[in-house]
T-cell receptor, first 109, second 114 residues
Framework: AQRVTQPEKLLSVFKGAPVELKCNYS??????LFWYVQYSRQRLQLLLRHISRESIKGFTADLNKGETSFHLKKPFAQEEDSAMYYCALTRGGNTPLVFGKGTRLSVIA | DVKVTQSSRYLVKRTGEKVFLECVQD?????MFWYRQDPGLGLRLIYF???????EKGDIPEGYSVSREKKERFSLILESASTNQTSMYLCASSLTGHLIDEAFFGQGTRLTVV
C-alpha cells in the first residue's frame, strides 16, 4: 500500500528565508507525486507535479527515488505563501490520490 | 474555468439523520472522489467512482455510501449520522486517459453532527 508522510504539522519561517516542506513516500512501483495547496478560505488546488519539472510561484520539488522523497522548496518565502500544503501520490492513470497529513506553513513578516 | 460545486458550505444535522452531500462537476470528468479532511489527519478517501453507476471503497467507507446516477453528479450519503462524522468533506473530479490527472476540488462542505 502506498503511504505519504509529512513529518511537520507546522512550519514557521521569516519572510525572505528559505523554505523546505518535507515529504516522504512509500510505494514499491513508480509513483506520480504532487503538491497541493490550500490558502485560507480557498479550495484545495494543485501547486505542482513532479513529472512537469516546473517551478510554480517560486516553488520547486525534486523526486528523489533513492530517498523516496519529494520535498517542496522555495529560496525566499513570501507572506502570501502561508497556507496548508499537502503532498500526494498516485499509482498513475486514474487511481485516487493518497495524501499526507499536511503541513501548515506560516510566513512571519 | 473548471468547476466542482458542492451543494452546501455548512450543514448541521442531528445524530441518526440521513444526510446527503451533493457534488456536481461541469468538466465531463469520468472520475469523482469524496474525501474527508480533518486537522492532523489530512485527507482520507471515502469513496470514488470511475464511471456512472460504478463505485469503489476508499480507505474509510464505513458509515457512508455513494450514488452516481449521472456522470456529472456524485452524492455522498451518511446513512445514520454520528458525531464522529463531523468533518470537512471534499469532493474532487479528474479526467481518465491521461498519465497525470490533476484533481479539481470543490469548496468543501463543513458538516456538524449534533
Amino acid at each position: 500500500a502506498q503511504r505519504v508522510t509529512q513529518p511537520e504539522k507546522l512550519l514557521s519561517v521569516f519572510k525572505g528565508a528559505p523554505v523546505e516542506l518535507k515529504c516522504n513516500y512509500s510505494y514499491s512501483g513508480s509513483p506520480e507525486l504532487f503538491w497541493y495547496v490550500q490558502y485560507s478560505r480557498q479550495r484545495l488546488q494543485l501547486l505542482l507535479r513532479h513529472i512537469s519539472r516546473e517551478s510554480i510561484k517560486g516553488f520547486t520539488a525534486d523526486l528523489n527515488k533513492g530517498e523516496t522523497s519529494f520535498h517542496l522548496k522555495k529560496p525566499f518565502a513570501q507572506e502570501e505563501d502561508s497556507a496548508m500544503y499537502y503532498c500526494a501520490l498516485t499509482r498513475g492513470g486514474n487511481t485516487p490520490l493518497v495524501f499526507g497529513k499536511g503541513t501548515r506553513l506560516s510566513v512571519i513578516a | 474555468d473548471v468547476k466542482v460545486t458542492q451543494s452546501s458550505r455548512y450543514l448541521v444535522k442531528r445524530t441518526g439523520e440521513k444526510v446527503f452531500l451533493e457534488c456536481v462537476q461541469d468538466m465531463d470528468h469520468e472520475n469523482m472522489f469524496w474525501y474527508r479532511q480533518d486537522p492532523g489527519l489530512g485527507l482520507r478517501l471515502i469513496y470514488f467512482s470511475y464511471d456512472v453507476k460504478m463505485k469503489e471503497k476508499g480507505d474509510i467507507p464505513e458509515g457512508y455510501s455513494v450514488s452516481r446516477e449521472k456522470k456529472e453528479r456524485f452524492s455522498l450519503i451518511l446513512e445514520s449520522a454520528s458525531t464522529n462524522q463531523t468533518s470537512m468533506y471534499l469532493c474532487a473530479s479528474s479526467l481518465t486517459g491521461h498519465l497525470i490527472d490533476e484533481a479539481f476540488f470543490g469548496q468543501g462542505t463543513r458538516l456538524t453532527v449534533v
